[in-house]
């Protein structure tokens, strides 16, 4: 196991960590976090920071999309929102200029945060849209998660009950594997067992 590191304030090093859906990156972000001591932040569990009531962002996402979206308890229930987003591209970016500002700087507030403390050597930002929400001007390195086609079906039908039809949406929206990998600094292979993600986790933080 990696020992945390204690490094000086600006030696931290910012990596983004990107891959389609099903490549496992959440496996790969879990570790980093439990046997690395990095830091990790996930982008999509922020977004839901912006649906929460008393946000600005969630007065213009109920504007947006009416109270329909809403829970009895007066919160957002995101399946709708994600069901009325999913074949709206018009939709999609408007709900998406409300949330990434948030993101984003919460992001670069939490960076600025860890970064003062000085207790760790990598802060990881794991995004299935990284690239495409411009996270690089923030990263000192991209790393994506590669992982064979078969292998991400097989895992979205496994853990998420997904049909092949769903799979091909979802895939044909989301950045090509070889345009993704254009912009990665390191790839990193998700193919088998989680002792092989570790051997290469060895290699690649340096």
Request: hydrophobic share 40%.
């Amino acid at each position: 196991m990696r020992e945390r590191i204690g490094m000086k304030q600006n030696k931290m090093k910012v990596i983004g960590l990107a891959g389609g859906v099903g490549t496992g990156k959440s496996t790969v972000a879990t570790l980093l976090e439990k046997e690395y001591a990095a830091f990790v932040i996930m982008a999509d569990k922020i977004g839901h920071l912006a649906m929460e009531p008393g946000t600005d962002t969630y007065e213009k996402i109920v504007v947006l999309f009416g109270q329909e979206v809403l829970n009895e308890d007066k919160t957002v229930d995101r399946k709708k929102v994600s069901d009325l987003v999913f074949s709206n591209p018009v939709l999609l970016q408007q709900l998406n200029q409300i949330i990434h500002p948030f993101v984003e700087q919460f992001i670069k507030n939490e960076i600025e945060r860890i970064r003062k403390a000085g207790k760790y050597s990598y802060f990881f930002i794991e995004s299935a849209i990284l690239i495409e929400t411009g996270y690089q001007s923030v990263c000192d390195e991209i790393w994506v998660v590669q992982t064979e086609e078969l292998i991400r079906r097989k895992r979205l039908k496994q853990s998420r009950g997904y049909s092949d039809e769903k799979i091909d949406e979802i895939m044909a929206k989301q950045m090509g594997e070889k345009e993704l990998c254009s912009y990665a600094d390191k790839i990193l292979i998700n193919n088998g067992s989680i002792e092989e993600i570790k051997e290469q986790l060895e290699n690649l933080l340096v």
